[in-house]
Protein backbone atom coordinates (compact mmCIF):
# COMPACT_ATOMS: atom_id res chain seq x y z
CA UNK A 1 0.00 0.00 0.00
CA UNK A 2 1.22 3.46 -0.45
CA UNK A 3 0.29 6.65 0.27
CA UNK A 4 0.80 10.41 -0.56
CA UNK A 5 1.81 13.51 1.21
CA UNK A 6 -1.81 14.11 1.69
CA UNK A 7 -2.70 10.99 3.00
CA UNK A 8 -2.47 11.41 7.42
CA UNK A 9 0.61 9.06 8.81
CA UNK A 10 -1.33 5.81 9.77
CA UNK A 11 0.54 2.87 9.64
CA UNK A 12 3.01 2.92 13.36
CA UNK A 13 5.49 0.61 13.49
CA UNK A 14 5.96 0.12 17.64
CA UNK A 15 9.46 -0.94 17.07
CA UNK A 16 11.02 2.07 15.27
CA UNK A 17 11.55 4.86 17.10
CA UNK A 18 11.17 8.18 15.27
CA UNK A 19 13.74 11.15 17.10
CA UNK A 20 12.08 15.03 16.66
CA UNK A 21 14.45 16.84 14.53
CA UNK A 22 15.46 20.36 14.22
CA UNK A 23 15.61 21.07 10.17
CA UNK A 24 16.83 24.04 8.01
CA UNK A 25 15.37 24.93 5.18
CA UNK A 26 15.50 27.29 2.13
CA UNK A 27 12.12 28.83 0.50
CA UNK A 28 12.82 28.22 -3.31
CA UNK A 29 12.11 32.12 -4.14
CA UNK A 30 14.60 32.82 -5.98
CA UNK A 31 15.20 29.45 -8.28
CA UNK A 32 15.70 28.60 -11.63
CA UNK A 33 17.77 26.92 -13.76
CA UNK A 34 19.82 29.37 -15.38
CA UNK A 35 23.19 27.38 -15.30
CA UNK A 36 24.54 23.74 -15.39
CA UNK A 37 26.34 22.03 -12.80
CA UNK A 38 25.16 18.37 -12.90
CA UNK A 39 23.82 16.13 -15.60
CA UNK A 40 19.87 16.80 -14.31
CA UNK A 41 19.99 21.05 -15.03
CA UNK A 42 19.51 21.92 -18.70
CA UNK A 43 18.51 26.07 -18.58
CA UNK A 44 16.58 25.22 -21.85
CA UNK A 45 13.68 23.54 -20.02
CA UNK A 46 11.51 25.95 -18.30
CA UNK A 47 10.88 25.66 -14.40
CA UNK A 48 7.72 26.43 -12.86
CA UNK A 49 8.57 28.42 -10.16
CA UNK A 50 5.27 28.99 -8.14
CA UNK A 51 5.02 25.19 -8.63
CA UNK A 52 8.39 24.69 -6.87
CA UNK A 53 7.42 26.88 -4.12
CA UNK A 54 3.85 25.64 -3.69
CA UNK A 55 5.86 21.57 -3.91
CA UNK A 56 8.85 22.45 -1.30
CA UNK A 57 5.46 24.01 1.26
CA UNK A 58 4.10 20.82 1.32
CA UNK A 59 7.75 19.26 2.45
CA UNK A 60 7.77 21.74 5.03
CA UNK A 61 3.86 20.79 6.40
CA UNK A 62 5.13 17.17 6.16
CA UNK A 63 7.96 17.84 8.65
CA UNK A 64 5.47 20.18 10.66
CA UNK A 65 3.16 17.33 10.46
CA UNK A 66 5.56 14.73 12.18
CA UNK A 67 6.28 17.18 14.90
CA UNK A 68 9.65 18.65 13.54
CA UNK A 69 11.10 21.87 14.31
CA UNK A 70 11.71 23.85 10.62
CA UNK A 71 13.35 26.82 10.64
CA UNK A 72 13.80 29.23 7.55
CA UNK A 73 16.95 30.88 6.26
CA UNK A 74 16.48 34.10 3.96
CA UNK A 75 16.64 32.90 0.37
CA UNK A 76 19.78 35.47 -1.45
CA UNK A 77 18.48 36.92 -4.32
CA UNK A 78 21.10 35.70 -7.47
CA UNK A 79 21.62 32.25 -5.38
CA UNK A 80 18.82 29.99 -7.58
CA UNK A 81 20.32 26.48 -5.87
CA UNK A 82 20.16 27.79 -2.29
CA UNK A 83 17.05 26.05 -1.74
CA UNK A 84 18.96 22.75 -1.57
CA UNK A 85 19.83 23.66 2.33
CA UNK A 86 21.24 20.65 2.84
CA UNK A 87 24.48 21.80 1.44
CA UNK A 88 24.93 24.66 3.18
CA UNK A 89 26.92 23.00 6.73
CA UNK A 90 27.07 19.84 8.74
CA UNK A 91 25.99 20.38 12.31
CA UNK A 92 26.88 17.41 14.65
CA UNK A 93 26.42 17.95 18.54
CA UNK A 94 26.35 21.81 17.87
CA UNK A 95 29.42 22.27 16.15
CA UNK A 96 28.23 23.58 12.55
CA UNK A 97 31.30 22.47 9.80
CA UNK A 98 30.54 25.38 6.86
CA UNK A 99 30.31 24.43 3.41
CA UNK A 100 32.68 25.63 0.53
CA UNK A 101 31.42 24.37 -2.75
CA UNK A 102 32.86 23.59 -6.14
CA UNK A 103 31.64 25.90 -7.98
CA UNK A 104 31.51 29.47 -8.27
CA UNK A 105 27.84 29.77 -8.91
CA UNK A 106 26.94 28.43 -5.97
CA UNK A 107 30.19 29.98 -3.63
CA UNK A 108 28.02 32.77 -1.92
CA UNK A 109 25.27 30.44 -0.02
CA UNK A 110 28.51 29.16 2.26
CA UNK A 111 29.34 32.46 3.55
CA UNK A 112 25.53 32.72 4.02
CA UNK A 113 24.46 29.48 5.56
CA UNK A 114 27.63 30.40 7.82
CA UNK A 115 26.39 33.78 9.37
CA UNK A 116 23.14 31.99 9.87
CA UNK A 117 24.07 29.81 12.19
CA UNK A 118 26.45 32.59 14.21
CA UNK A 119 22.93 34.93 14.43
CA UNK A 120 21.24 31.89 15.94
CA UNK A 121 24.18 31.53 18.36
CA UNK A 122 26.31 28.96 17.07
CA UNK A 123 29.78 29.72 18.44
CA UNK A 124 31.74 27.11 16.82
CA UNK A 125 31.43 27.44 13.89
CA UNK A 126 34.40 26.68 11.07
CA UNK A 127 35.04 28.08 7.64
CA UNK A 128 36.30 25.47 6.17
CA UNK A 129 39.84 25.34 3.44
CA UNK A 130 39.22 23.09 1.39
CA UNK A 131 36.01 22.07 -0.81
CA UNK A 132 33.05 20.16 1.12
CA UNK A 133 29.41 20.31 -0.11
CA UNK A 134 27.76 19.90 3.44
CA UNK A 135 25.28 17.43 3.89
CA UNK A 136 25.21 16.57 0.08
CA UNK A 137 28.09 14.80 0.67
CA UNK A 138 28.31 13.94 4.62
CA UNK A 139 26.02 11.86 5.94
CA UNK A 140 26.43 11.08 9.77
CA UNK A 141 25.03 7.48 11.02
CA UNK A 142 25.55 6.50 14.77
CA UNK A 143 29.21 6.03 14.85
CA UNK A 144 30.98 7.31 11.62
CA UNK A 145 30.50 10.13 8.92
CA UNK A 146 30.01 8.31 5.76
CA UNK A 147 32.12 10.94 2.90
CA UNK A 148 30.98 11.44 -0.58
CA UNK A 149 34.07 12.11 -3.37
CA UNK A 150 34.90 11.83 -6.94
CA UNK A 151 32.18 14.79 -7.86
CA UNK A 152 31.94 17.46 -5.10
CA UNK A 153 33.72 17.03 -1.66
CA UNK A 154 37.11 16.53 -1.84
CA UNK A 155 39.06 14.32 0.13
CA UNK A 156 41.13 17.11 1.89
CA UNK A 157 37.66 18.22 3.20
CA UNK A 158 37.00 15.00 4.37
CA UNK A 159 40.10 15.03 6.72
CA UNK A 160 38.93 18.76 7.61
CA UNK A 161 35.13 17.25 8.91
CA UNK A 162 37.35 14.59 11.06
CA UNK A 163 39.45 16.86 12.22
CA UNK A 164 36.53 19.39 13.42
CA UNK A 165 34.14 16.83 14.41
CA UNK A 166 36.79 13.91 15.98
CA UNK A 167 34.23 11.25 13.98
CA UNK A 168 35.98 8.60 12.40
CA UNK A 169 35.58 9.65 8.04
CA UNK A 170 34.82 6.92 5.97
CA UNK A 171 35.46 8.34 2.38
CA UNK A 172 33.17 6.52 -0.53
CA UNK A 173 33.83 7.21 -4.42
CA UNK A 174 30.99 8.39 -6.29
CA UNK A 175 31.52 7.18 -10.20
CA UNK A 176 28.34 8.48 -12.03
CA UNK A 177 27.58 11.79 -12.67
CA UNK A 178 23.92 11.81 -12.39
CA UNK A 179 24.71 10.83 -8.55
CA UNK A 180 27.35 13.73 -8.00
CA UNK A 181 26.35 14.21 -4.25
CA UNK A 182 26.88 11.39 -1.64
CA UNK A 183 23.23 11.93 -0.60
CA UNK A 184 21.70 10.98 -4.01
CA UNK A 185 23.42 7.47 -3.69
CA UNK A 186 22.64 6.62 -0.32
CA UNK A 187 20.77 7.39 2.49
CA UNK A 188 20.72 7.28 6.48
CA UNK A 189 17.78 5.66 8.00
CA UNK A 190 18.82 5.07 11.71
CA UNK A 191 22.00 5.03 13.56
CA UNK A 192 23.00 1.92 12.05
CA UNK A 193 20.49 1.01 9.01
CA UNK A 194 21.19 2.55 5.40
CA UNK A 195 19.67 2.21 1.80
CA UNK A 196 21.83 2.40 -1.16
CA UNK A 197 22.35 2.14 -5.14
CA UNK A 198 25.23 0.45 -5.49
CA UNK A 199 25.90 0.99 -8.77
CA UNK A 200 26.66 4.59 -7.84
CA UNK A 201 29.47 3.72 -5.97
CA UNK A 202 33.44 2.28 -6.84
CA UNK A 203 34.01 -1.42 -6.70
CA UNK A 204 35.98 -0.30 -3.37
CA UNK A 205 33.66 1.70 -1.57
CA UNK A 206 30.88 -0.74 -2.79
CA UNK A 207 32.93 -3.74 -0.54
CA UNK A 208 33.05 -1.33 1.74
CA UNK A 209 29.42 -0.53 2.35
CA UNK A 210 28.84 -4.36 2.17
CA UNK A 211 31.21 -4.98 4.95
CA UNK A 212 29.44 -2.02 7.10
CA UNK A 213 26.11 -2.50 6.18
CA UNK A 214 25.51 -6.19 5.39
CA UNK A 215 21.32 -6.17 5.60
CA UNK A 216 20.87 -2.22 3.65
CA UNK A 217 18.36 -1.60 1.54
CA UNK A 218 19.19 -1.58 -1.55
CA UNK A 219 17.65 0.72 -4.38
CA UNK A 220 17.01 -0.42 -7.85
CA UNK A 221 17.98 1.59 -11.14
CA UNK A 222 14.56 2.98 -11.29
CA UNK A 223 13.99 4.08 -7.57
CA UNK A 224 17.61 5.92 -8.10
CA UNK A 225 16.59 7.68 -11.27
CA UNK A 226 13.33 9.24 -9.38
CA UNK A 227 15.88 10.34 -6.66
CA UNK A 228 14.47 8.10 -3.93
CA UNK A 229 17.56 7.84 -1.99
CA UNK A 230 17.27 11.71 -1.54
CA UNK A 231 15.78 10.78 1.65
CA UNK A 232 15.24 12.22 5.29
CA UNK A 233 13.97 9.93 7.96
CA UNK A 234 13.38 10.57 11.72
CA UNK A 235 14.91 6.91 12.48
CA UNK A 236 10.57 5.19 11.85
CA UNK A 237 9.15 8.25 8.98
CA UNK A 238 10.96 8.37 6.13
CA UNK A 239 10.18 11.26 3.19
CA UNK A 240 11.00 10.54 -0.12
CA UNK A 241 9.83 10.97 -3.59
CA UNK A 242 7.08 9.59 -4.35
CA UNK A 243 7.94 8.23 -7.31
CA UNK A 244 10.03 5.86 -5.38
CA UNK A 245 7.82 3.07 -5.09
CA UNK A 246 10.01 0.15 -5.04
CA UNK A 247 11.62 1.82 -2.25
CA UNK A 248 8.53 2.62 -0.26
CA UNK A 249 7.56 -1.09 -0.09
CA UNK A 250 11.07 -2.58 0.71
CA UNK A 251 11.22 0.29 3.91
CA UNK A 252 8.09 -1.03 4.85
CA UNK A 253 8.81 -4.47 5.05
CA UNK A 254 11.91 -2.84 7.05
CA UNK A 255 9.58 -1.35 9.44
CA UNK A 256 9.78 2.15 8.09
CA UNK A 257 7.00 4.51 7.59
CA UNK A 258 7.47 5.95 4.16
CA UNK A 259 6.00 9.05 3.12
CA UNK A 260 6.03 9.87 -0.66
CA UNK A 261 6.41 13.86 -1.61
CA UNK A 262 6.35 15.26 -4.98
CA UNK A 263 8.90 17.69 -5.73
CA UNK A 264 9.92 17.02 -9.25
CA UNK A 265 9.95 20.81 -10.08
CA UNK A 266 13.20 20.91 -7.75
CA UNK A 267 14.37 17.32 -9.43
CA UNK A 268 15.60 20.04 -12.51
CA UNK A 269 17.64 21.55 -10.37
CA UNK A 270 19.37 17.92 -9.55
CA UNK A 271 17.88 17.72 -6.16
CA UNK A 272 15.23 16.50 -4.13
CA UNK A 273 13.59 16.11 0.02
CA UNK A 274 16.90 15.56 1.35
CA UNK A 275 18.77 18.90 -0.56
CA UNK A 276 16.22 21.12 0.42
CA UNK A 277 16.64 19.65 4.26
CA UNK A 278 19.62 20.54 5.97
CA UNK A 279 19.29 18.48 9.78
CA UNK A 280 20.65 20.49 12.89
CA UNK A 281 22.19 18.41 15.56
CA UNK A 282 22.14 20.12 18.30
CA UNK A 283 24.48 18.78 21.57
CA UNK A 284 22.40 15.98 22.38
C1 LIG B 1 20.77 15.82 -3.61
N1 LIG B 1 21.74 16.78 -3.85
C2 LIG B 1 22.45 16.53 -4.97
C3 LIG B 1 22.01 17.83 -3.05
N2 LIG B 1 22.34 17.66 -1.91
N3 LIG B 1 21.94 19.04 -3.55
C4 LIG B 1 21.39 19.46 -4.74
C5 LIG B 1 22.26 20.49 -5.39
C6 LIG B 1 21.77 20.92 -6.73
C7 LIG B 1 22.59 22.00 -7.35
N4 LIG B 1 22.02 22.40 -8.60
C8 LIG B 1 24.03 21.56 -7.56
O1 LIG B 1 24.31 20.96 -8.59
O2 LIG B 1 24.88 21.82 -6.72
Redesign the pocket.
Known sequence: MSHSATAPVQYRTPARQARTRRYLMCRPTYFEVSYR??P??DPAKPVDRDLAVAQWERLREVYLGLGHQVDLIEPLPGTP?MV?A??GATVIDGKVLGAR?R?QE?AAEGPAYQEWFRAHGYTDVLDPRHVN????DFLVTGAWILAGTGF?TSPQGHAEAQEFFGRPVIGLELVDPRY??L??ALAVLDDNEVMYNPAAFSPGSRAVLERLFPTAVLASAADAEV?GL?AVSDGRNVVLPQAAVGLADQLRRHGFEPIGVDLFELLK????V??CTLDVRDQR
Open positions: INWMDYANFNREGEGRYHDTFNGGGSKC
